[in-house]
């Protein structure tokens, strides 16, 4: 997917936004669901998935860093798992459950963006990988004006270097940048940099606030 040439940046200030769970369904609804069909508990496993504080060995990390396939990931997530199941469970069986819907848009949340793309809005997808690049929707996704994968740059959220580069990028201060996720852990080092951050959690909500940030920029068309 290639980037879009810029347009003029009227505003003065740049996005940054989440691929899974703000352009796509909920992943934390998608990972519960996968959970209690293997009878996982699934509060536990989140837990695991989403803290803060992972050990760079951890398959988490090493997937979203692209160190390992997703095969590999299916076999060493079984354990993490395990440790929240009282049945045996298969991680590339919780894996395939989780794929199956990850990928599913939100409309809504696509044009918005897609709209603020048109109005010269520098736009960056930064997004923790869970699968090959190519993998993404690209053909159904806005012309973003730069794409930042975790496989591809090295580095992952909620790592600050990802957003700096990100704004670096788009020729802004990260103070100019409104940076939309749906993990409060990605959002607090972005808000610590000087970031304005929106927590994702339905489509209506965030729109409303990116034009608040936007000043109208966003308005109907």
Avoid at 23 to 33: G, N
Avoid at 87 to 97: E, L
Wanted: charged share 20%; with cysteine.
């Amino acid at each position: 997917m290639e980037p879009t040439s810029p347009l003029p940046n009227l505003s003065g200030r740049a996005l940054l936004v989440d691929f899974g769970g703000v352009l796509t369904v909920s992943v934390l609804e998608s990972f519960a669901a996968a959970c209690a069909a293997l009878g996982v508990d699934g509060p536990g496993f989140l837990r695991d998935c989403f803290s803060g504080t992972q050990s760079e060995d951890s398959p988490f990390v090493a997937l979203e860093l692209g160190k390992i396939s997703t095969e590999e990931f299916g076999a060493l997530v079984t354990p993490v798992l395990q440790r929240h199941s009282a049945r045996p469970v298969d991680g590339r069986d919780w894996y395939a459950a989780v794929e199956a819907v990850t990928w599913n848009l939100d409309d809504a949340m696509v044009e918005a963006i897609g709209g603020l793309v048109d109005e010269g809005i520098p736009t960056a997808l930064v997004s923790n990988s869970w699968g090959a690049t190519y993998s993404y929707p690209w053909e159904s996704l806005p012309r973003f004006t730069e794409v930042l994968v975790s496989r591809d740059v090295g580095m992952r959220k909620p790592d600050p270097a990802i957003y700096q580069l990100a704004a670096d990028r788009l020729g802004v201060s990260p103070s100019a940048c409104v940076f939309v996720d749906d993990l409060e852990v990605n959002l607090a080092p972005a808000r610590e940099m000087g970031m304005t951050t929106i927590l994702h959690e339905n489509s209506g909500h965030t729109i409303i606030e990116l034009r608040k940030f936007f000043d109208g920029v966003t308005g109907d068309r």
